[in-house]
């Protein structure tokens, strides 16, 4: 009983501290400090080596968060597909609705980790030729939706998908 009212008593004492001394506060105002002085570096938002290029994320961003930016030396990913723009996220117009990574192909149609988040997109290690010639794992319906908004169907080639594509076109008008 001793025991439990001196944790009490303590346990008081500590939020009494911390209400008026701000004791727990030394590491909160460093952080606030170093991003006053912009020593905080953001997180990366795109995976630029990973990505495909495909504008998708560009197209279906709600609030135009999302520009594609012109690369110095363009890739050949596949025979049709060239990747020679890549997605830069402002955050100061993202409203966090995900639509980005959730319709990434990278994600959304191989599998893979998305190569944008609007919080971290953290590493993402890809084979971008052996990935663009993979099978898909998607359902048609989905890939309907995904299929409106790439600016260019290519990446939709190497995966016996001219059935359905014929579909989606059918399903989109
Ligand atoms: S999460 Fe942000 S950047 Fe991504 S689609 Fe939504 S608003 Fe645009
Ligand atoms: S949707 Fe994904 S692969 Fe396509 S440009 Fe955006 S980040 Fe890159």
Same mark, same amino acid.
């Given at each position: 009983m001793k025991n439990?009212?001196?944790i009490i008593l303590e346990g008081a004492f500590g939020n009494?501290? $911390?209400?008026?001394? *701000?004791? @727990?506060?030394v590491t909160d105002m460093e952080m606030r400090e170093?991003?006053?002085?912009?020593?905080?570096?953001? $997180?990366?938002?795109? *995976?630029? @080596?990973?990505?495909?290029g495909c504008s998708g994320c560009a197209n279906v961003c709600p609030t135009c968060a999302i520009t594609m930016v012109d690369l110095e030396s363009p890739k050949e990913l596949m025979e049709g597909w060239t990747k020679d723009q890549v997605p830069k996220l402002d955050s100061e117009k993202c409203v966090f609705c995900y639509y980005c990574h959730d319709f990434c192909?990278?994600?959304?149609?191989f599998g893979e980790k998305a190569t944008i988040h609007?919080?971290?997109?953290?590493?993402?290690?890809?084979?971008?030729e052996e990935n663009m010639n993979k099978p898909f794992k998607i359902s048609e319906?989905?890939?309907?939706?995904i299929?409106?908004?790439l600016s260019d169907k290519n990446v939709l080639k190497n995966n016996n998908t001219e059935n359905k594509l014929e579909k989606i076109h059918k399903f989109s008008k």
């Open positions: 439990l009212v001196r009494l501290k $911390k209400i008026l001394f *701000a004791s @727990d506060r170093n991003i006053l002085q912009g020593k905080i570096k953001p $997180k990366d938002k795109v *995976a630029i @080596d990973a990505c495909i192909p990278v994600y959304a149609l609007p919080n971290d997109v953290g590493e993402v290690e890809l084979d971008l319906d989905k890939l309907a939706f299929s409106q908004y």
